[in-house]
């Protein structure tokens, strides 16, 4: 075989995350098990040296990729573009990295040229649910694979089913599984498909290809005053949907520059945390009445979030902005905690365990920091790539899964 390459869904239920002396931790989606950047393991060390944090394996000469590592109990999964042509899914033994099968199907474009510095690759990170791995192509495409074979089930494209056109910056948002369905936010609007037959259930904020088209933000599932819901950020608002039958059940303006809605909305209680590039920071209410759900201004400060969608730990959000500081804030009062003058990169993934935060710069640089709301405390950094790192960080237990624009690689601490 070739060289070796590395999802999931968060149904109203989410995945366990079983300790991991007993059965590996997966990270089977966008933002980890439970979606929100969260991991339940054993304490992490305060260190990210080498001969702590040491490396596993590594598989190089990738093509590039947005998408981040999927990871089973046995396997993982990546994305790349190859030669500007084609979409490639590969899974690697988890153990070895191991190439275990690959599929592909022709999936070039190109996006605006104000865009094109970064790259004209595959960006939406895969969805995995059971033996089933769900992955948005760059031309409006959803297929979905079995995941130990990499046999293609089914194949949804979003532009033939719609007469839509091609999105800007082609599937970006990363679908989201529920208990029936598979929600994602393509052809023009937001749209339900049956997960197993790929097949529409239905079809809600459509604009007939416009900006919701071309939306970055990825869905979330909540429950808000004791209702089921999906929460999506289109490019000009964010709506909660009906699970069932895509009903608008509230919506709220969201505005920023160009529709730049990038983050995905970040749960807090029975509010809803976000910001935008050219706009602002802020966090609303979901309210339930006898005329349905409303939603109320909770509170709101002029920070320009970019792409980097925050952690929460202990009512302080920790924030990457478009000025590259990071941010902590109390999400109860909207006050700012601190601000650190150092300017990081462009982008940030975070995940959080306890009170520690890893933080996956795209200049190959993770920082190992403190959840400390009094003031910013570096634990550690560490050059972990050569080149850059846009793919969201993938954590389980003590393994990380790191995939940079030319590879992956795999990392464990030993204690």
């Given amino acids: 075989m070739p060289i070796c390459r590395y999802a999931l869904c968060l149904p109203i239920l989410v995945f366990a995350c079983p300790a991991f002396a007993t059965e590996p931790t997966i990270w089977p989606q966008w933002r980890g098990p439970t979606r929100n950047g969260q991991v339940t393991a054993p304490a992490w060390p305060d260190t990210l040296k080498p001969e702590i944090l040491k490396p596993l394996w590594r598989v190089a000469e990738l093509g590039p990729s947005y998408s981040g590592p999927v990871v089973s109990a046995g396997l993982v999964f990546v994305t790349e573009t190859a030669n500007k042509e084609n979409e490639v899914v590969i899974a690697l033994d988890r153990k070895t990295g191991k190439e275990v099968w690959r599929t592909k199907w022709a999936g070039s474009m190109s996006v605006p040229f104000f865009a094109a510095k970064n790259g004209s690759w595959i960006r939406s990170t895969p969805a995995l649910n059971g033996d089933t791995l769900y992955v948005g192509g760059m031309r409006d495409l959803l297929v979905a694979l079995d995941a130990n074979s990499g046999q293609e089930r089914w194949r949804l494209d979003f532009v033939k089913e719609f007469d839509t056109p091609l999105p800007a910056f082609g599937f970006a948002s990363s679908p989201l599984v529920g208990t029936d369905g598979v929600y994602v936010q393509a052809g023009g609007g937001v749209v339900k498909v049956d997960a197993k037959t790929g097949k529409v259930r239905w079809r809600a904020l459509s604009d007939g290809g416009g900006m919701n088209g071309s939306a970055f933000s990825s869905p979330v599932l909540a429950r808000f005053q004791g209702k089921d819901q999906v929460v999506v950020q289109a490019r000009t608002k964010m709506a909660g949907l009906e699970p069932s039958t895509g009903g608008v059940l509230w919506e709220r303006e969201i505005p920023a520059f160009r529709g730049m809605n990038i983050l995905t909305p970040v749960l807090v209680g029975d509010g809803i945390l976000t910001s935008t590039y050219g706009g602002t920071t802020q966090l609303f209410q979901i309210k339930a009445g006898p005329l349905g759900f409303t939603t109320a201004d909770g509170w709101m400060f002029k920070y320009e979030g970019n792409m980097s969608t925050p952690v929460v730990v202990a009512d302080h959000a920790y924030l990457l902005g478009r000025d590259r500081r990071l941010l902590c804030i109390n999400v109860k009062t909207g006050k700012q905690a601190w601000g650190t003058d150092e300017r990081f990169g462009e982008y940030w993934s975070m995940v959080a365990n306890g009170d520690k935060i890893l933080a996956l710069d795209n200049r ?16 550690d950094k560490r050059k972990i ?26 990392l464990r601490w030993f204690r």
């Fill in 364 to 379: 190959g640089l993770l920082y190992l920091i403190k959840a400390n709301p009094v003031e910013f405390e570096l634990l």
């Fill in 385 to 410: 790539a050569d080149s850059e790192t846009w793919a969201h960080l993938a954590v389980c237990g003590d393994e990380l899964f790191i995939r940079d624009s030319t590879g992956i690689s795999a």
